[in-house]
């Protein structure tokens, strides 16, 4: 007997049929004694369906209106999913985010969740009903719909069983779990059965695409264990926990990053200050930057090179292009062909050689390395877009990671 | 200088032209200097394919999660009416039902409003902002949604208007105004300048389809002066307000009501508290019944008839059938293929031959009466529904009501 939040993405609520299974999924943990909250996203292409809806009307609607929107594609899909829970003859509550308590600030279309008031939902649960919440959303101190942004219906969950102190939080999606590398690009990629908080952490800001890393962190922050499962069979799926140190991969995955850019800023004078006056103006536009790299100064001028994701690059070249006199650089050249492939590993803290390892994978291959960034468990190198998934699979082949067994040791 | 509320239908609001023709009709008040609230409906056919996807996952689905889902219609349009004010430059906010304020009792599907705290609107108003509300829904003490079912959007609007004590209350649709005659059975039928509350009422409960009955009830307790007109043109439309008994018209209309079956409960004992009977089993089921004739008891027994919508007939049959041996009747008869003509004038009360020209028009169109109801501002009667188009027509010609000048004298 616990509390267990489900939570099931678009495409495993994207018609009756995935609905129903979603459905006795979330019944089974029921019959088990469990107290079951499910959090669901829109269905399918629903939320798409909508921004089209908004941008005939207008193309550049105000954040608030476009949440008051998106938030009924959610809405929908708790009322879908109690129906079914009905016809299945349970007793099923649906709850919106604002019934359910979620408080979040006003960043409409990217809002964080303050704190959840679980009084409604602890009184559903208390009454047995089965409880389902829409994900991605909440309310602010205006009584105004908020959205989460990207990957928000896992920041919704992971939140719930915070605040719910559950014992899991299972993310149901339309893969089996986390794998060493996309297996659509290293067939022969192994499931992990259970990964680091950081590792997934790193994997997911890396565009591994399975886990958003808000709901990581967040995660991490309470010690929540997830399990990523797929909605679509009964295979195990992966824990994302804290893992001991004995157990730590040397590498647990490989992942690779298409959407992103590389600007650099050629000719900046050679004094202190520069630096944080280009990516102060950055910072001020809430444009991410990931990799920097600055040129060795020589003589009067240096170059200061940076990645930033494609949807901001035009914004980047925008910003800068018109401080150019103000930064006193003499040119902002960029490039969109490029992509950044990654290992991870809570292990590779502890083992120098690793770097060297994956540099010699890509040398194998014939692959030029443009920029390098490491972090504790990472290591990032920005090399052709065309050069991406060769790189990946040479990586993964040089670690053999097809040879991680299902237990991840 | 005042408050105006609009609303618009799911045809006045059904794609993006429609929307922006919506959006400047209240902007043309708002540059007037008054303050508007905009109350939508779902879009066209919206609240249909949410029926339909209900349907497809639960054919019995419970009420407070069709509410939940049919609710979003609303909220979509909400959204897409602010954006393009919004695109047309003028400051604008959407709520929906629970943020406007709007509290219902818990009959779900088909709650009623019970009162509406209007503290956000004056704000919102207050700050020149022109505020679209959501129609049809509210919420309950339980923090529930709630839906105001059929023409619930019309008694979003009174409700609103009444609340604000607004100046004026428009009813955007799909046609000009009130009319003598359905248009389509009486093409010379006149358009009603004015017409009273008790006859918009009747004609309402009557099938005419222009303002739902609750609104008009709504409106006639709080004095507000509605006008029906068309979003698609700018002709002036009909007001429904309190009339002058000097103004008061013989026959302002005939309606024809389709959606009517015939139930007979034959060989009824006739003996005291039948009739009660029969209509409380009627009563616990939620059926309304409309015109009721019982036979003159010759001998032991009578038999009692009376009219129900269609949708009510299978519903009627059943509980009747299960109970004949309680009520000890001999037989329950019906039929669904006739109509309920109905002719409606404030002025009638007091012109005691008005019946009887109906009555000639019929029998001179050779049309058979089938059963006659009377109240004090209306005649109806049952008659065969392949003779409905007819009916309409010989009484509209009888009474000269194309003759009726646009002044509604």
């Given at each position: 007997?616990?509390?267990?939040?489900?939570k099931?993405g678009?495409?495993?609520?994207?018609?009756?049929?995935?609905?129903?299974?979603a459905?006795k999924?979330a019944?089974?943990e029921?019959?088990?004694g469990?107290?079951?909250?499910v959090?669901?996203?829109?269905?399918g292409?629903?939320?798409?369906?909508?921004i089209?809806k908004?941008?005939?009307?207008?193309?550049?609607?105000?954040?608030?209106?476009?949440?008051?929107?998106?938030?009924?594609g959610e809405?929908i899909?708790?009322?879908?999913m109690?129906?079914?829970i009905?016809?299945?003859?349970?007793?099923?509550?649906?709850?919106?985010?604002w019934?359910?308590?979620?408080?979040?600030?006003?960043?409409?279309?990217?809002?964080r969740?303050?704190?959840?008031?679980?009084?409604?939902l602890?009184?559903?649960l208390d009454?047995?009903n089965?409880?389902?919440?829409?994900?991605?959303?909440?309310?602010n101190?205006?009584?105004?719909?908020?959205?989460?942004?990207?990957g928000?219906?896992?920041?919704?969950?992971v939140?719930?069983?915070?605040a719910?102190?559950?014992?899991?939080c299972?993310?149901?999606?339309?893969?089996?779990?986390v794998?060493?590398?996309?297996?659509?690009i290293?067939?022969?990629?192994?499931?992990?059965?259970?990964?680091?908080?950081d590792e997934?952490?790193?994997?997911?800001?890396?565009?591994?695409?399975?886990?958003h890393?808000r709901?990581?962190?967040?995660?991490?922050?309470y010690?929540?264990?997830?399990v990523?499962r797929?909605?679509?069979?009964d295979?195990?799926g992966t824990?994302?926990?804290?893992?001991?140190?004995?157990?730590?991969?040397?590498?647990?995955?490989v992942?690779?990053?298409?959407?992103?850019?590389?600007?650099?800023?050629i000719g900046?004078?050679?004094?202190?200050g520069?630096?944080?006056?280009?990516?102060?103006?950055?910072?001020?536009?809430n444009i991410n930057?990931?990799?920097?790299l600055?040129?060795?100064?020589?003589?009067?001028?240096?170059?200061i090179?940076?990645?930033?994701?494609?949807s901001?690059?035009?914004?980047?070249?925008?910003?800068?292009?018109?401080?150019?006199?103000?930064?006193?650089?003499?040119?902002?050249?960029?490039?969109d062909?490029?992509?950044?492939?990654?290992?991870v590993?809570?292990?590779?803290?502890?083992?120098?050689?690793?770097?060297a390892?994956?540099?010699?994978?890509?040398?194998d291959a014939?692959?030029?390395?443009?920029?390098?960034?490491t972090?504790?468990?990472?290591?990032?190198?920005?090399?052709?877009?065309?050069d991406?998934?060769k790189?990946?699979?040479?990586?993964?082949?040089?670690?053999?990671?097809?040879?991680?067994?299902?237990n991840?040791?």
């Open positions: 007997m616990g509390i267990v939040v489900q099931y678009g495409t495993s609520v994207a018609d009756k049929e995935r609905i129903f299974r459905a999924r019944i089974s029921y019959e088990k469990n107290k079951v909250v959090v669901v996203s829109a269905q292409d629903t939320t798409d369906e909508l089209e908004a941008k005939e009307i207008n193309e550049n609607p105000s954040k608030r209106e476009m949440d008051v929107l998106l938030s009924t809405q899909s708790i009322a879908l109690a129906m079914a009905e016809k299945l003859g349970y007793p099923v509550i649906s709850l919106t985010g019934q359910a308590g979620i408080k979040t600030d006003s960043h409409y279309s990217n809002a969740i303050i704190e959840i008031d679980t009084e409604r602890q009184r559903e009454k047995r089965i409880v389902v919440v829409a994900g991605f959303q909440g309310i101190k205006y009584d105004d719909i908020t959205t989460l942004g990207r928000g219906s896992d920041t919704t969950a939140a719930l069983a915070a719910l102190k559950a014992d899991k299972e993310i149901y999606t339309d893969v089996d779990g794998y060493t590398a996309d297996p659509r290293v067939p022969n990629a192994s499931k992990l059965k259970e990964i680091s908080y997934m952490l790193e994997l997911a800001t890396l565009g591994a695409k399975v886990l890393n709901s990581v962190e967040l995660a991490k922050k010690n929540i264990p997830l990523v797929s909605s679509f069979n295979n195990e824990i994302v926990k804290e893992v001991n140190s004995v157990e730590k991969l040397l590498v647990s995955g992942a690779c990053d298409k959407d992103i850019a590389r600007v650099a800023v900046v004078e050679n004094i202190p520069k630096a944080f006056q280009i990516f102060s103006l950055l910072a001020k536009e930057v990931d990799i920097i600055q040129s060795i100064g020589r003589e009067k001028t240096k170059d090179s940076f990645t930033v994701s494609k901001n690059l035009k914004q980047t070249l925008d910003v800068l292009t018109k401080n150019l006199h103000i930064i006193g650089a003499k040119d902002i050249t960029y490039a062909n490029v992509a950044k492939v990654s290992i590993g809570a292990g590779m803290v502890n083992n120098p050689g690793v770097a390892m994956m540099f010699e994978a890509l040398y014939g692959i030029n390395i443009e920029m390098i960034s972090s504790e468990i990472k290591i990032s190198v920005l090399i052709d877009e065309k991406a998934e790189a990946v699979r040479a990586i993964h082949d040089k670690f053999k990671l097809h040879l991680l067994n299902s991840g040791k």
